[in-house]
């Protein structure tokens, strides 16, 4: 009976000190969604079970091993044990309850985490690899996700390629971005503040950088900023270059390409545009609106030295006018 005790009053401690341990190294970063609340009230609750089935095998093992070691000396055998059917009933009636507990839980959260707002404003997510794009209802497309706070959202995902996956640690929820449907995502940001949305579906070899900001903010700043970009993308509409842009960032191409000189899956577009490439059969050609129209049209005609064996650059269906779109930017990045 001492046994019991001891193994009792130990057990509530080492639940209760794996739990605040557990708790105290921020396991979660902050919550910024409504979904993430009941989330995160669930998988509080599992962490309080889960320790205090750790503490209810640990601690009867350890103590065991310390309170009935072999004494010096002894070399009687162990008491022989034939099972005990009520302690056998138990073990398995009770984590069965549990089970079908948690399983009422898991079904009631996720159907708290997906009640729907009719009035849900839609966005457009375009998921490349390895960039994600936005398009908003207003009519333009940024690199950036805005969202006012506390108004549901709901995001209309589409993959031009490979399963990505949607995912802002901040809101809890995750989606993944399949080729050939479209895929929603509801959130209803609760905290200003800037994020991430990271891809968490391994999509290939720069899987890692696709990563887009997020940003909640109030509806006033929310409203200017739609504004802001509804004026930018309205005056880059009138020039060659603009419309290029506008191309350039939302079907995919700055996945592969940067404008600052550092090297992505393709060659930087810093300074390309008059400058001498050499090619991957050592021949140089200059960059200029003939070869770019063809690198970008036919991308396996010229293959740039040292990119020979990347992941090739894929073609494009591009009409001749986006083209010299395309080409009329390039031109502009020195
Ligand atoms: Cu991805």
Redesign the pocket.
């Known amino acids: 009976m001492r046994h019991f005790v001891i193994v009792g009053v130990l057990v509530v401690l080492v639940a209760v000190l794996t739990y605040v341990g557990l708790n105290s190294i921020g396991l979660m970063p902050v919550e910024a969604s409504a979904q993430s609340v009941p989330i995160d009230w669930l998988w509080n609750l599992d962490v309080r079970v889960i320790s205090f089935l750790f503490a209810l095998i640990v601690v009867p093992i350890a103590y065991s091993l310390i309170a009935f070691r072999r004494k010096k000396g002894d070399t009687t055998d162990a008491e022989h044990i034939e099972g005990n059917t009520p302690l056998e009933i138990t073990w398995t009636v009770v984590p069965l309850i549990v089970v079908l507990i948690f399983a009422y839980l898991g079904a009631y959260t996720l159907a708290e985490i997906r009640v729907v707002d009719p009035s849900a404003a839609e966005i457009k997510v375009r998921?490349i690899?390895?960039a994600w794009s936005f398009q908003y209802p207003e009519g333009f497309t940024s690199k950036e996700l805005h969202l006012p706070v506390n108004k549901q959202v709901v995001l209309k995902m589409e993959s031009s390629d490979?399963?990505?996956?949607f995912w802002v640690p901040e809101f809890r929820i995750k989606q993944d971005?399949v080729p050939g449907r479209i895929t929603e995502y509801r959130v209803t940001p609760i905290l200003v503040g800037s994020y991430m949305v990271r891809?968490a579906?391994?999509?290939?070899a720069s899987?890692a950088y696709?990563q887009a900001p997020v940003i909640v903010s109030s509806q006033a700043d929310y409203d200017a900023w739609i504004a802001s970009q509804k004026a930018l993308a309205a005056a880059a509409a009138q020039t060659p270059a603009g419309r290029g842009e506008q191309l350039a960032n939302t079907i995919g191409c700055r996945g592969c390409h940067t404008i600052d000189g550092s090297k992505l899956v393709g060659p930087s577009w810093q300074g390309l545009y008059g400058s001498q490439v050499t090619l991957s059969d050592g021949t140089t050609v200059t960059a200029n609106d003939a070869y770019l129209i063809e690198s970008i049209a036919n991308p396996s005609i010229k293959i740039v030295k040292g990119f020979e064996t990347t992941t090739a650059m894929p073609k494009f269906d591009l009409t001749d006018a986006q083209i010299q779109d395309l080409v009329a930017y390039l031109a502009t990045l020195k």
């Open positions: 998921a690899q390895w490979v399963i990505h996956s971005v891809c579906e391994l999509c290939g899987h696709m």
